[in-house]
């Protein structure tokens, strides 16, 4: 196989995780410094890289783990519920200024809710989907995942 293993579906998405992340801490570092425009414009970029993580992670991934791992429809299940619990915290900061009182209490519970849910694809869906597809099988994916 010539194709570049980073290329693959866990390689994107973990690629995505650490970008969620890295603007997590973003966040937390001007959280005193940057003023409300500031702070809103960094939340959208936050948010517009989880939505497009949710979407291609619920149109590739999770069907895949859905027919192809061992009880992989109960974890594409709780993997969307995740996904809608994250989607309507989104949606919740979104009707909300940086300067109103629950703004920041639902930024701390959004970026649990993200970080609890990296931390149960990457332990848990990733090396089970590895243990069921090939290194081609991935690529096929990450590469989907990707041409959009």
Known sequence: MNENAQDDVIAVLTHDHREVQALF???????????????????DRTTIRIVRHSSVAEQFLYPTVRHSVDTG????DRENREHAQIEQTLKELAEMRPDDEPFEATLRHLMELVNLHIVHEERTVFPRLQSVCTADDLLAMGRMMTAG
């Open 25 to 43: 801490d973003e966040l937390d570092q001007t959280r005193e410094t940057a003023g409300p425009k500031q702070r809103k414009e960094l939340v």
């Open 73 to 76: 429809a109960e974890l594409a």
